[in-house]
């Protein structure tokens, strides 16, 4: 056994150390295999409890009794059912002696110990009660030599293996269920000996602070497991645990688990949220001003996700709106005012205000006086959110470098602002329309021509966006010149002008107008700019989707004013310019379907069949390429260009398609015959039904979701 020891360690070293990957490769391929054996078991085990084997290993102890315990954990995992009682019971009082032998050793290397443990205290289903029996063993090793702190750490380890559905597929939840209630029955006995442990560290200040944090990971396992249910919910507050949760929060060292444990026992006991919130001065004055001082922002994270679990559980205290309450509100206020460089913070606290705000909309203040003291106490509170949130929604040059390239918002910023526009919504309905479209407008949107905050005026359009649904619910206009200002200004750069930061701007305004279509479609006069404004979003890619979206919004709502030829004309320019911008499908069938709405509305029949004529001779042409036989045989020697031509038939197809579907499901197919009868285009369908190689091509590429019975009805969909 000792020479398959030192070929172990061997191998471990070549895996950790060497530098050529093919015997790094061929270590691993060994040590797999190993770790598959049954001498597997009794040579990890030895390596964990022999201490006559060191002079051999020519490497780091450490590695090699850290493989060894993951081998014990991995082989009790897959296969501790086979191991008869005699075996499992030997093994597990071997552990518990690697587990105080290592206690005062590598702190990875225990945890491991203790995990193979508790897997294994998991798999004696021998015993009625295997969990008894372990801490009937726990309670011997305490009085060894370092015993308590594997102790410590096992009873860290075994509430979290209980509770993990994924940690053994073995172990049924109907078991999980019954080692848990039997867990929870040592609890009196686990909280007094953390107690100790707190007692005996103040004694001893030897490696204070990390006694301190153990302890409070145990303590964190076990209210997870839900060690505090049985405890009197007046008792808590007074609980020497529970200040002693509190305490470590003024300490460095501790202050992140404390907050983690305060968290979880917030979450479970809505009594403990009452205390804490009478705290909320101390915590603010000790903890939350000095860290905003200095910048520190674990502290400001910390506190920011304690105090919004304190206000989410237990709203109707925060809506008295005492000193205590206005106090943890603006203590969450100055936490998303922080100018940290992610929005970490500020997302820790959305829920909190949801839920208030939701909160305060779902109560039934029948009485006048009530309703207007609520209003008083607490539309200045959501009037500074707002202000708050207008500084956090923005691009700041921190997190984004404007060099002209880079078109995306930074990945946090993105998933704030989506996480963000519930809380808008209901903030919108909270503070009314008027007030919160007021607060957005406030200020100078820009001095000059020369010179605009492009970043705030993002960020006011991103909020005007998220909110436009309750805006035109409750029908409170606002100034639209000030968006019009805009698009000239935008529709008016260069085309080399529109990038980096620019184009994310434009996709925000673009955005806006279509959100807002119904009313920036009443002015006439601002037709004309506006179809433009889209016709060169459309050309850049980072807008072309929202541009094709705003503007399929514009024309539903703009189908008559757009009957001025000049107007027409830019609407044909767009629909020529698809074939050479080859846009993804799907913002294709937004511009397509708009142009054939408008064109479909047009009074004059002639004037209509014109018009479908410019626009959809590009399709035409591209199919009519593809398909006349004096081609057919010459595009197939250049498969470069057979392809290109397949693409753009297939484009072509799609866009009269899209077409078509809008005239089927509309009431204008019968003003639309003539331009179908046309000769030409009777004849392209003719021919197109008889390309049967080019015709699978294109449905494959273009139509996916269609079977082979429905692609002759795709392109003759007219019929």
Not at 65 to 70: M, P, R
Not at 443 to 456: F, L, N, P, R
Not at 540 to 545: E, G, H, M
Request: proline share 3%; hydrophobic share 45%.
């Amino acid at each position: 056994m000792e020479l398959q020891m030192i070929k172990v360690a061997q191998a471990v070293h070549v895996l950790n150390h060497d530098t050529q990957s093919c015997n790094r490769f061929a270590a691993n391929q060994w040590l797999v295999q190993f770790q598959q054996s049954d001498a597997a078991w009794d040579i990890a085990t030895s390596i964990l409890t022999s201490s006559d084997h060191h002079h051999h290993f020519l490497l780091s102890d450490y590695e090699v009794e850290f493989f060894a315990a993951q081998i014990l954990k991995r082989k009790i995992q897959n296969e501790g059912y086979n191991l008869h009682l005699g075996a499992k019971d030997a093994l597990l009082n071997a552990l518990l002696l690697a587990a105080q032998r290592f206690s005062s050793g590598h702190p990875q290397l225990l945890t491991q110990i203790c995990l193979a443990i508790s897997t294994l205290v998991l798999h004696a289903v021998e015993h009625v009660k295997p969990i008894e029996k372990l801490f009937y063993s726990l309670q011997s090793l305490r009085f060894q030599n370092n015993g308590n702190t594997a102790v410590l750490e096992m009873l860290t380890v075994l509430p979290e293996i209980i509770e993990d559905q994924n940690s053994d597929c073995h172990i049924t939840s109907a078991r999980r269920y019954d080692y848990g209630q039997e867990l929870l029955a040592h609890t009196p006995m686990v909280l007094e000996f953390l107690m100790q442990q707190i007692d005996e560290g103040f004694e001893s200040h030897i490696q204070h602070h990390d006694r301190s944090r153990k302890i409070l990971r145990c303590l964190l396992s076990w209210v997870r497991a839900g060690c505090f249910s049985e405890i009197p919910p007046g008792s808590l507050p007074s609980h020497p645990l529970f200040n002693f949760v509190f305490s470590s929060l003024q300490v460095a060292s501790s202050f992140d688990l404390a907050v983690e444990a305060l968290v979880e026992l917030v979450s479970r006991h809505e009594g403990l949220s009452q205390v804490l919130l009478c705290r909320i001065g101390l915590l603010k004055e000790a903890l939350l001003f000095p860290a905003l001082k200095s910048g520190d922002e674990k502290v400001i994270g910390g506190l920011a996700c304690l105090l919004s679990e304190i206000g989410q559980a237990i709203p109707f205290l925060i809506m008295e709106a005492n000193t205590d309450a206005l106090a943890l509100a603006d203590g969450l206020l100055s936490c998303i005012r922080f100018p940290s460089e992610d929005w970490e913070i500020a997302d820790s606290t959305l829920q909190f205000w949801c839920s208030l705000a939701g909160y305060i909309l779902g109560l039934e203040v029948n009485n006048a006086e009530n309703r207007k003291n609520l209003e008083e106490c607490f539309v200045p509170i959501f009037s500074a959110l707002v202000d708050a949130l207008l500084l956090r929604v923005k691009v700041d040059d921190s997190t984004y470098n404007d060099n002209g390239c880079i078109l995306d918002l930074p990945n946090g910023l993105e998933q704030f602002r989506m996480n963000l526009v519930e809380l808008l919504v209901d903030t919108c309905q909270l503070l009314g329309s008027a007030l919160f479209i007021q607060k957005i407008f406030l200020g100078s949107w820009m001095s000059s021509s020369m010179h605009i905050a492009w970043k705030e005026v993002e960020s006011k359009l991103f909020m005007l966006n998220a909110v436009a649904e309750v805006v035109l619910k409750e029908g409170h206009r606002f100034d639209i010149t000030i968006i019009m200002q805009l698009v000239m200004i935008l529709s008016n750069k260069a085309s080399a002008d529109l990038r980096g930061f620019t184009c994310i701007v434009y996709k925000s305004l673009a955005d806006v107008i279509g959100s807002y279509a119904k009313w920036m479609s009443a002015p006439q006069t601002n037709t004309r700019p506006l179809i433009l404004f889209f016709g060169t979003g459309i050309r850049q890619p980072f807008c072309s989707s929202a541009c094709a979206v705003a503007f399929r919004k514009f024309c539903e709502e703009a189908a008559e004013i757009l009957h001025e030829l000049s107007n027409l004309e830019i609407l044909i320019w767009m629909g020529e310019g698809l074939e050479e911008r080859k846009l993804p499908l799907e913002d294709e069938d937004e511009v397509v379907g708009a142009i054939t709405l408008i064109f479909c509305s047009i009074p004059d029949k002639k004037l209509m069949y014109n018009l479908f004529v410019r626009f959809l001779s590009p399709s035409y042409e591209t199919i009519e390429k593809l398909i006349e036989e004096d081609n057919v045989h010459a595009l197939r020697q250049n498969p470069s260009t057979y392809i290109e031509s397949i693409s753009s038939a297939g484009r072509g197809l799609h866009r009269f398609n899209v077409a078509l579907f809008v005239l089927i499901h509309g009431p204008f197919l019968r003003s639309f015959y003539p331009f179908i009868c046309a000769p030409r285009m009777t004849g392209i369908i003719s021919k197109k039904l008889n390309c049967q190689a080019e015709n699978k091509i294109i449905i494959e590429t273009y139509f996916p979701e269609a079977d082979a019975q429905s692609h002759h009805r795709i392109i003759g969909n007219v019929a």
